[in-house]
């Protein structure tokens, strides 16, 4: 008996079906799914050329933009499937037949998000991921097409920007102005110039003109605009970065010396964020010095180092100090460093320094030198140094863990009990390996003072091994 052969739901496979079943699949199917009677007139409308599958789109796309009525979740959920399909329509049927009509169609379909947001009752997660890979799709498309038709589609562009009343949603624009040849750039910036004074509170224009001049290499211009910006809108750092990286040192070095003064809104991972004077200042101390280097003045750009390091600690900072000495200096240097990490203010940031480096000789020493001024509350700089201390410095190991068990019951934090009881089980096994005359009270002890103070927190001892009972 000959084995029976299954179709598969493939080109194969429908074409055994037959052109009239379907038809007829397709008819009933388009009946009750919008989304798929539109991308099939569509289709139809291409047989009459890309015109009038255009006059189609652009119907739809009329329709919707002048909708008033409100939209609630489930009609959210209705619009994203059929607003994908527009999407689909739009990149894959028109932008098959005229590119560039669907890159014009496809710029006012991205632009109907704003009028749709005034008429939701609530978000819609589905219906914003729509645009979004409208968008991701639009840049690629706009891409492809040759220089004197970007520059055409320049008027929809700006058109789109218009419609972003509030400067929301720029990112979409900044990724095209990366993909736009020079006459679309060059087109845009004219547009844009034009419109920069009219628009002092939002600064969209601006920044766009910047990216513009970037994306050509055009600094200077990118500088003029920079400078018409207020105060509180200017980000001198990333200039200074830019002038860096192009070898402009010393306009960078005016620049990074441009000292932020009270609150400011800058971009930051590509969103706009208010930040006080000090957003940067580390990165920025660091800059100066690497500027400094450049222009051959070596010492001042050590000496910028140095400082930075005696306020912050920062053990990269001092590795970039030690690389940048002659030869055999660095024994001397690293021994005048250890002696300012010693005595900082800071303890907790002095020990995390000698944990880091590692030095845990030193960090012991750092323990047991300020023996009595450890606070429990600040955990998350005891706990790891205790558990980075406890295999050569046990000593050092049990003074920190004792002072985290001991805060964690005397302000009875209960989701902490744990965590002590786990402190407490190292203690125990720590103990034995402690050097003679350590001049700590035995884990008996210890374990009996806790019992004293603390029987009732009940959390813990269930913790603790032994309990309330063990020895």
């Given at each position: 008996m000959a084995k029976q052969v299954k179709a598969k739901l493939d080109k194969k496979g429908l074409t055994a079906l037959g052109i009239d079943k379907l038809i007829d699949i397709l008819l009933d199917e388009a009946a009750a799914n919008k989304a798929l009677k539109a991308r099939l007139q569509t289709a139809l409308a291409g047989e009459g050329g890309p015109d009038e599958m255009a006059r189609l789109i652009d119907r739809r796309l009329d329709t919707i933009d002048q909708a008033r009525t409100r939209i609630n979740k489930a009609r959210a959920r209705d619009m994203a499937v059929e607003f994908s399909a527009l999407a689909r329509n739009i990149l894959s049927e028109l932008g098959l037949a005229d590119a560039p009509a669907a890159a014009e169609r496809i710029l006012r379909f991205i632009g109907l998000r704003f009028p749709l947001s005034a008429r939701l009752v609530a978000d819609s997660a589905r219906l914003w991921k729509v645009f979004e890979d409208a968008e991701t799709a639009t840049v690629e498309l706009i891409r492809s097409i040759d220089a004197d038709e970007q520059a055409r589609l320049v008027p929809h562009i700006e058109r789109l920007r218009l419609r972003d009343k509030y400067g929301?949603?720029?990112?979409?624009?900044?990724e095209l102005t990366a993909v736009l040849a020079k006459p679309a750039s060059d087109a845009w910036r004219t547009l844009l110039a034009e419109v920069v004074p009219t628009e002092p509170l939002k600064l969209g224009a601006l920044d766009l003109l910047q990216a513009l001049a970037l994306h050509q290499g055009d600094i200077d211009a990118f500088l003029v605009l920079e400078r018409?910006?207020?105060?509180?809108?200017?980000?001198?750092?990333?200039?200074?970065?830019?002038?860096?990286?192009?070898?402009?040192?010393?306009?960078?070095?005016?620049?990074?010396?441009?000292?932020?003064?009270?609150?400011?809104?800058?971009p930051v991972n590509g969103m706009p964020t208010s930040v006080g004077p000090e957003y940067g200042a580390h990165e920025r101390r660091l800059l100066e010095a690497e500027i400094l280097d450049r222009l051959k003045r070596r010492e001042d750009a050590q000496e910028l180092r140095w400082r930075e390091f005696s306020e912050a600690l920062d053990p990269g900072v001092l590795r970039l100090y030690l690389s940048k000495l002659d030869d055999f200096a660095e024994f001397d240097e690293m021994d005048r460093a250890f002696d300012v990490v010693r005595a900082h203010e800071d303890i907790y940031l002095a020990l995390d320094f000698f944990i880091t480096w590692p030095r845990l000789d030193l960090a012991?020493?750092?323990v047991l030198r300020h023996q009595h001024d450890w606070e429990g509350r600040y955990y998350d700089d005891l706990a790891p140094a205790a558990e980075a201390l406890s295999a050569k410095e046990p000593l050092a190991a049990v003074v920190l863990y004792r002072v985290l068990v001991e805060d964690i019951l005397r302000r009875g934090i209960g989701m902490a009990y744990p965590h002590a009881g786990r402190y407490v089980a190292e203690l125990e096994?720590?103990?034995?390996?402690?050097p003679a005359g350590h001049g700590l009270s035995t884990h008996l002890a210890f374990l009996a003072e806790l019992r004293r103070s603390h029987s009732k927190?009940?959390?813990?001892?269930?913790?603790v091994p032994g309990g309330l009972t063990g020895s």
């Open positions: 929301e949603h720029t990112g979409f624009l900044r018409q910006k207020p105060d509180n809108r200017r980000d001198t750092l990333a200039v200074a970065d830019l002038l860096y990286r192009a070898a402009r040192f010393e306009d960078a070095l005016e620049w990074v010396r441009e000292r932020p003064r009270g609150m400011r809104i800058i012991a020493e750092q096994r720590l103990m034995p390996h402690l927190k009940y959390g813990f001892w269930s913790s």
